[in-house]
T-cell receptor, first 114, second 111 residues
């Protein structure tokens, strides 16, 4: 299995809702990432998990809460989002967590906040 | 702060013409990676360059890493409609924990 699977593919949520994005990989990769991508922009780093520990949080608002239950799973919990949070949320993984490995990206969750 | 810049932002070519995108970093990079994102798709890893002056080829694609390890280029020979998409370069962030992406070059090809 050489894929990163993200669910759901599309999500529409209200500003008072709580939802979760899920990401799963079975490649034995030990680093997983959340990126946010707005239209016609590059992916922007949100969170990094390396060996199931949060190793960096790029000053992301607390309405985004990551969780890494085990080395294969990564969740992003969403609460009280704003319309400007509408974007493509990409999960990625890499083999060892050091930056000599290419990333494998999931197909993303396209989030719309209304 | 650390920046990875790419030019041009957009490029339109006729099928069969060549295409080049350039990537420049404000700091020396330990390595640089290239990704392709098709319209409506997700980034797909193409290649990684590590050594100063390194050149790698993948069929019609040629990747170069500058001698000072602060710049890189991707050249496509004889473009095809399947080359359409946005090409991103990416380098390690200052903490060395994740990749930061250049703004990308979006290639369109008309037949």
């Amino acid at each position: 299995d050489t894929e990163v699977t993200q669910t759901p593919k599309h999500l529409v949520m209200g500003m008072t809702n709580k939802k979760s994005l899920k990401c799963e990989q079975h490649m034995g990769h030990r680093a997983m990432y959340w990126y946010k991508q707005k239209a016609k922009k590059p992916p922007e780093l949100m969170f990094v998990y390396s060996y199931e520990k949060l190793s960096i949080n790029e000053s992301v608002p607390s309405r985004f809460s990551p969780e890494c239950p085990n080395s294969s799973l990564l969740n992003l919990h969403l609460h009280a989002l704003q319309p400007e949070d509408s974007a493509l949320y990409l999960c990625a993984s890499s083999q060892g967590g050091h930056l000599l490995d290419g990333y494998t990206f999931g197909s993303g969750t396209r989030l719309t906040v209304v | 702060g650390q920046q990875v810049m790419q030019i041009p932002q957009y490029q339109h070519v006729q099928e069969g013409e060549d295409f080049t995108t350039y990537c420049n970093s404000s700091t020396t990079l330990s390595n640089i990676q290239w990704y392709k994102q098709r319209p409506g798709g997700h980034p797909v890893f193409l290649i990684q360059l590590v050594k100063s002056g390194e050149v790698k080829k993948q069929k019609r694609l040629t990747f170069q890493f500058g001698e000072a390890k602060k710049n890189s280029s991707l050249h496509i020979t004889a473009t095809q409609t399947t080359d359409v998409g946005t090409y991103f370069c990416a380098g390690p962030n200052q903490a060395g924990t994740a990749l930061i992406f250049g703004k990308g070059t979006t290639l369109s090809v008309s037949s």
